[in-house]
């Protein structure tokens, strides 16, 4: 689903997901394409993983809290940016989510090994910025970027 | 330390990537909570876990890890082996228990992963 473009000359790619509520395997698998067409574009490993960290967990965020969403990575010369957007309950309190350990998910999604209040602040941890919008009862938004500054990001 | 070492010292079946029993295994990392190994994140960590499904596979290839051990005698279904092998990640499977899963490696020098992607 790699669509790349030419913009201002500049290479552009986009890589996007569909997520659906319920569609667990869906977050992993699209952590993993991830993590590969970055490779293949010859970024860094460490920004390939923490792109691949932020989808994954972004993903699951939209799995286990919202009705569906979208995932769209976004590669650029200077910037990876991941934006997923859902339709769902939102967030209520964004500071007390963004707590390690805090955690409204169901039973069924810690049995999986998920819902330990660690994603927010996973995600925090693997970009340079982070922004998340959310109306309650009707979404939320959420936009991670890695900035590609240095030298060797991308070969 | 290799993965063919660490099959040894648990006494393990090597569920999948036989061929790869040959890579250096930097460090371990006990846990049960994905979130927590995509925190942990490092490339050559050994996952030791009892959890069993496919989001461990996908994990363990984000997390770049050198391979999985599963304790207790828990083993994955075919379809998640099937998708070790395409990942190649190597699968292995031992029937004690974590915590002596873990002393054993411990023991033997392998030395806990560190957390440092969250500080």
């Known amino acids: ?155 | 330390m290799t993965l063919r070492d660490i099959r040894d010292i648990l006494d393990a079946d090597v569920l999948c990537g036989e061929q790869s029993l040959d890579r250096e295994v930097k460090t371990g990392f006990a846990c049960d909570l994905i979130s927590e190994m995509l925190a942990f994140a490092s490339s050559g960590t050994l996952l030791i876990t009892s959890l069993k499904n496919p989001h461990v596979i996908h994990t363990a290839e984000v997390m770049d890890a050198v391979g999985v051990v599963f304790v207790g005698g828990k083993k994955p279904n075919l379809s998640t082996m099937k998708q070790a092998g395409n990942s190649r990640i190597p699968l292995l499977a031992t029937d004690l228990l974590i915590f002596k899963a873990c002393g054993l490696l411990f023991q033997h020098g392998v030395q806990g992963a560190k957390r440092d992607s969250l500080q």
């Open chain 1, 1 to 155: 689903m790699t669509d790349s473009r030419v913009n201002s000359g500049a290479p552009r790619h986009v890589i996007e997901f569909l997520i659906r509520e319920k569609d667990f395997l869906s977050a992993g698998e699209s952590a993993s394409k991830t993590k590969k067409a970055l490779q293949q574009l010859g970024l860094k490993a460490e920004v390939a993983k923490n792109s691949a960290i932020i989808v994954y967990e972004a993903a699951m965020n939209v799995v286990i809290h919202a009705i569906s969403g979208k995932l769209r990575v976004v590669i650029v010369p200077e910037e990876v940016s991941i934006v997923a957007e859902d339709v769902g309950p939102g967030i209520p309190d964004i500071e007390l989510a963004m707590q390690e350990g805090y955690s409204t998910a169901p039973h069924e999604v810690r049995e999986m090994g998920f819902g330990a209040g660690m994603g927010l602040a996973n995600i925090e941890h693997c970009s340079d910025e982070l922004n998340i919008k959310s109306e309650p009862g009707v979404g939320t938004v959420l936009e991670a970027r890695i900035r590609l500054k240095q030298k060797g990001d991308v070969s």
